[in-house]
């Protein structure tokens, strides 16, 4: 079925430092979602993104963080600087119409270690 | 505010057993719910929704989950289970807006062991 893939699977960096984490959504998508999971807990909502534009973004999406999707290319989430708390693993997904009785394709995972 | 309740952090049971995960929703307005499986190490993956018609809904290898608005529960099911189905469950729901991205709030999940 439709595939979202997220590069890299684990990445780790200093605290302080730029991270860029990428996601190849499903090709006929035009929503796109960021998640974040510490720890195996709860997924947390970060941010969704439509047409070049953020749409709705949580308290979790700090003013470090942000998303773009230049030309078709990844979906990323940029981190900088860098903290602590933001080691997680973080998710991708997608959708195709962004309704709210759609399903969402997720990723893998980018399993972030800010050391 | 909408909020979504697991309130079993972790359930056992044996290969063929039956098994029920519970999920408590509060919301007054219209909301879509939705059961997702993570296996360890993986993305989430879709089970099952519902937002109108018959409470009861199926999903994929033999799940099913069934709505109940005096509950505010959202509980879901399967007869048999498998090894295999050993993951964490969660339970999403979703504000009925439409064409503005699709944010689904999840719960705490609930970590199915099946033992052998």
Known sequence: ??????????????????????????????YFYWYKQILGQQMEFLVNFYNGKVMEKSKLFKDQFSVERPDGSYFTLKIQPTALEDSAVYFCASSFQGLSNERLFFGHGTKLSVL | TQTVSQSDAHVTV???????????????????????????????????????????????????????????????????????????YFCAVSLNYGGSGNKLIFGTGTLLSVKP
């Not at chain 2, 509980?75 to 498998?82: G, P």
Request: hydrophobic letters at 35%.
């Open chain 2, 14 to 88: 044996f290969e063929g057993d039956s098994v029920e995960l519970r999920c408590n929703y509060s919301y007054g307005g219209s909301i879509y719910l939705s059961w997702y499986i993570q296996h360890h190490g993986r993305g989430l993956q879709f089970l099952l929704k519902y937002y109108s018609g018959n409470p009861v809904v199926q999903g994929v290898n033999g799940f099913e989950a069934e709505f109940s608005k005096s509950d505010s529960s959202f509980h879901l099911r399967k007869a048999s289970v498998h090894w295999s189905d050993s993951a964490v």
């Open chain 1, 1 to 30: 079925g439709p595939k979202v893939l997220q590069i890299p699977s684990h990445q780790i960096i200093d605290m302080g430092q730029m991270v860029t984490l990428n996601c190849d959504p499903v090709s006929n998508h035009l």
